[in-house]
């Protein structure tokens, strides 16, 4: 049980939750029917997800072979946060919500696809596109060391936050001017915002064409999405759900890592995250917006090789490159765990991974701590949950975990037999995953 004191504690500035979740939620009518005795489990645990007070709003979307099995939302996208007591504005299926850093995934599929198109290679030095990046012995970092967060370069300078981010060339020249904290290669840790602009700087500079217009011929038009953009426009700023802090303060050390790795404190990024210098602008590591669905339909051609509806939007070898590890599990020195990379995804487990337990070939990303993008060839699913409060600690935890439990233990892998030829190499077992 927990104690009186310390509930008391963890239901400080969460969202007052409504008696009939059913007036707040959301069903897509296109769903594929026969699979309730799966599914309605998985969205009970969402909705607990939800009763935690945790999440103003919270989306997730499933497809299976393409085929949308789930996709609904639950909660409010504005008006309905902790201490706010008017009606709110539902959480529509289509509403754009942040990605925050499964973000970075986006970017590194576009430059993944550069490479793909011969504009670029993955294993050039940075500064064969950004000559002025060499300064301070970043000579011989490489593109692919960026993805993997492996440059040396997890944060700006302390000077230097998030909320400077709408100016690029700023941006750009504070990166290039500054020290990395290890040689390129023998240090992961995370890079949080400053991977995205290189990364973003090095498409433009290679084909001459601004990142949102790359976003938009290598996915938004060849899979039909409606928002899915760096930013949105600002006709739609008051579309967007809001983001909102929640839970208690976060404990000392994982304040500490949040401000190293952001520039400012937790709780001052999400509400920046709310204000026009995060909404229209771009930022490639962390402000696609997008709805659960778009996501999901993403990461559904993704674990499909790279096809959607019949059409090979990406050759089934870059997607093998997305999804392959980049070396060994190795502890990153921002968030203090240890994980296993590619270039530009996080990689699941046998054991147990972001993406709950045992699956060794899911790719994606997490972000803001809740969020979460993937795609799992062996069980042939695709998964985005998109919530909306940010907190790191507290009771939302437990259901969240049951959720990817849920999701995990739902759909049965696949053997090795039965699996798409262009998966063939990647890890599976314990022994390969190390």
């Known amino acids: 049980m927990i104690s009186n004191p310390l509930r008391r504690h963890y239901e400080r500035n969460t969202v007052a939750v409504p008696e009939d979740l059913q007036a707040i939620q959301r069903r897509d009518e296109r769903e594929v029917g026969g699979r309730e005795g799966l599914l309605e489990p998985i969205w ?70 550069l490479a793909a198109e011969g504009h670029l290679s993955l294993h050039d030095p940075v500064c064969e596109y950004i000559p002025e990046f060499a300064a301070q ?9 960026v993805l993997a967060h492996q440059a040396g370069i997890p944060s700006f300078p302390t000077e230097f936050g998030i909320e400077h981010a709408s100016d690029w060339d700023a941006v750009i020249d504070v990166l290039c001017r500054m020290p990395p904290i290890a040689k390129a290669g023998r240090m992961t840790a995370y890079h949080a915002i400053t991977g995205g602009f290189v990364l973003g700087e090095v498409a ?25 953009r760096y930013g949105v426009r600002p006709e739609d700023n008051d579309r967007v759900a809001l983001n909102y802090f929640t839970g208690p303060p976060l404990p000392a050390p994982l304040a500490w890592m ?11 990024a999400c509400a920046v995250s709310n204000e026009t210098v995060f909404l229209n602008n771009v930022i490639p590591a962390g402000n696609i917006y997008g709805s659960a669905e778009e996501a999901c339909r993403v990461f559904a051609m993704l674990g499909n090789g790279g096809r959607w509806e019949g059409r090979q939007v990406m050759a089934e070898d870059t997607v093998r490159t997305l999804a392959a590890p980049f070396g060994r599990i190795r502890y990153d020195r921002m968030l203090r765990i240890p994980i296993r990379y590619s270039r530009g995804f996080m990689l699941g487990h046998p054991v147990l991974s972001l993406y709950g337990p045992r699956n060794p070939l899911a790719f994606g990303h997490l972000g803001f701590l809740n969020i979460l993008c993937w795609a799992d060839p062996e069980r042939d699913i695709a998964v985005s949950l998109l919530t909306t409060g940010k907190a790191a600690v507290g009771p939302h935890l437990a259901p969240l975990s049951r959720l990817l439990a849920l999701i995990n233990g739902g759909f049965a892998q696949r053997p090795a037999r039965d699996l798409p030829a262009w998966t063939a190499g990647l890890p599976r077992g314990l022994a390969a995953a190390w």
């Open 44 to 113: 009970a645990a969402a909705e607990d997800l939800y009763r935690s007070g945790y999440h103003p709003g919270v989306g997730l979307c499933i497809r299976q072979g393409g085929e949308l099995l789930l996709n609904r939302t639950i909660g409010h996208a504005r008006g309905h946060g902790p201490g706010e007591e008017g009606p709110g504005a539902p959480l529509e299926l289509d509403t754009p919500i942040s990605l925050f850093s499964s973000s970075k995934a986006i970017t590194a599929l576009l430059v993944h696809q």
């Open 137 to 145: 012995g970043k000579h011989r970092t490489t593109v692919e060391q």
């Open 204 to 228: 433009q500079r290679a084909t001459g064409e601004a990142l949102p217009d790359i976003l938009d011929r290598v996915l938004r038009t060849p899979l039909g999405l409606k928002d899915f």
């Open 258 to 268: 949040a401000k190293k790795a952001l520039g400012i404190p937790f709780e001052e």
